[in-house]
């Protein structure tokens, strides 16, 4: 009987100490990792909820942007005005957004979607995707725009992009489409108003060429590579319509492809879907494709060579120029090409590029800031009678200051036989 009670205290001691050394063993884990959370904090790069400002549904400058409802404070920020903004949300991306899942690790497809518990409602997700694309800013800098952590800025990025895509391929004024039946002619006679010599010029292509992260795996770090720019770039090639409109693009192929492998979608495009005697506009380094599109794509004279009489390839050079107007007032709104793109989610990059390239449209049709537009369509000046009015308008203005201008004499005016 002495030795049982003598073994059950025993085993009973053994208990406590192993008991105990599991104790020390969790205490210890426990002060390890406060240890390194403390050196985590001395150099952490981001921020908490307790360090932002407000909060994401009540009180954020997000929020006060929002609420001012001021269109040049949108189109500042956002590169559209407040009744397209709305409009964007109503043509099915608030919809979109309360019924689409978020991808995370926590939250399996099958949980039941709770926009409620979002930080985020619709339009402050929209106002998230267009502020990611109209600037070069990090996630760090839109978490304190949001009052969001910058991983949830992250994981909705990934949501809302795609989910603006959808929206706008559905919409009427945000479409890209090559020009049909009288279309042609009506571009071909904006040219003209201001290229007498250009008759069947309707729009002008170039190449964009957009920097790209460096890849870790090698095969796509070749692909990127252009060894002319010595740079890791995606290539694009756009055309613009006379009207400023993007009419057709080949987007997100990879840097080392000549023009001519990327242009091959507008080839077919001119070949088939393009009526005899109209052609665009490109500079020398753009490749003309084969002889079945000859005459479709006109260039300048290359450097060097004798012109020809008359003034055929100053009107092109001019001409031409439009493309860089377009490219520039792409990346000047959509500030986000500017920047080096990802080069790991192929498929977000394509993303970004097309949304970039409809809401360029959706913005030339609402609300008409397009170099481009602005200068071959001019809304004071449709017909001889509206230019009559405009000039004796201008002339009621300003005719005492032409009466005491001293210089208007030594002004040229170029007539054309």
Not at 139 to 144: G, H, K, R
Not at 181 to 202: I, K, Q, T, Y
Request: glycine share 6%; proline share 3%; net charge negative.
């Amino acid at each position: 009987m002495q030795q049982q009670l003598e073994h059950e205290l025993d085993e009973e001691e053994e208990e406590q100490s192993q008991l105990l050394a599991a104790v020390v063993v969790l205490m210890g884990a426990q002060q390890s990792l406060d240890l390194q959370a403390a050196q985590r904090a001395n150099s952490r790069q981001y921020l908490l909820h307790g360090e932002l400002v407000g909060h994401p549904r009540m009180l954020s400058p997000w929020l006060a942007l929002y609420e001012a409802a001021n269109d040049w404070g949108f189109i500042t920020t956002m590169g559209i005005d407040v009744t397209t903004f709305h409009d964007i949300l109503q043509a099915g991306f608030e919809d979109r957004w309360l019924t689409t899942h978020i991808e995370r690790v926590d939250n399996p497809q099958s949980a039941a979607i709770r926009p409620s518990r979002r930080s985020l409602d619709s339009a402050g997700a929209l106002g998230l995707g267009l502020h990611y694309l109209c600037s070069t800013t990090q996630n760090i800098a839109l978490a304190q725009i949001f009052s969001l952590v910058p991983a949830t800025v992250s994981r909705y990025l990934l949501m809302v992009i795609p989910t603006l895509l959808q929206t706008l391929k559905q919409m009427p004024d945000a479409q890209i489409r090559w020009l049909a039946g009288d279309e042609f002619e009506e571009n071909s006679m904006l040219v003209e108003e201001h290229h007498p010599r250009l008759s069947g010029a309707f729009g002008t292509v170039d190449g964009l060429s957009l920097p790209v992260q460096t890849s870790n795996d090698e095969e796509m770090e070749n692909s990127t590579y252009n060894g002319w720019k010595h740079s890791h770039n995606i290539n694009n090639v756009i055309v613009y319509s006379a009207t400023g409109l993007i009419i057709a693009c080949n987007l997100n192929a990879p840097g080392s492809w000549h023009d001519s492998h990327v242009a091959q979608p507008i080839y077919k495009k001119l070949h088939s879907d393009t009526p005899d005697g109209y052609f665009l506009v490109a500079d020398t380094a753009f490749p003309h494709g084969d002889q079945s599109i000859a005459g479709r794509i006109q260039t300048s004279m290359k450097a060097g060579t004798v012109l020809p009489e008359g003034d055929l390839d100053r009107e092109l050079i001019s001409f031409r120029q439009t493309c860089e107007w377009g490219n520039q007032t792409l990346q000047g709104c959509f500030r986000r090409l500017c920047v080096l793109l990802s080069c790991e989610n192929e498929s977000f990059r394509a993303d970004v590029l097309e949304c970039c390239v409809r809401l360029f449209n959706l913005r030339t049709r609402r609300i008409g800031l397009n170099e481009i537009r602005t200068v071959y369509t001019s809304a004071w000046k449709e017909g001889a009678e509206q230019e009559r009015i405009w000039a004796g308008f201008r002339d009621m203005l300003f005719k005492d200051q032409r009466r005491n201008d001293r210089v208007a004499r030594f002004h040229i005016q170029v007539s054309y036989e």
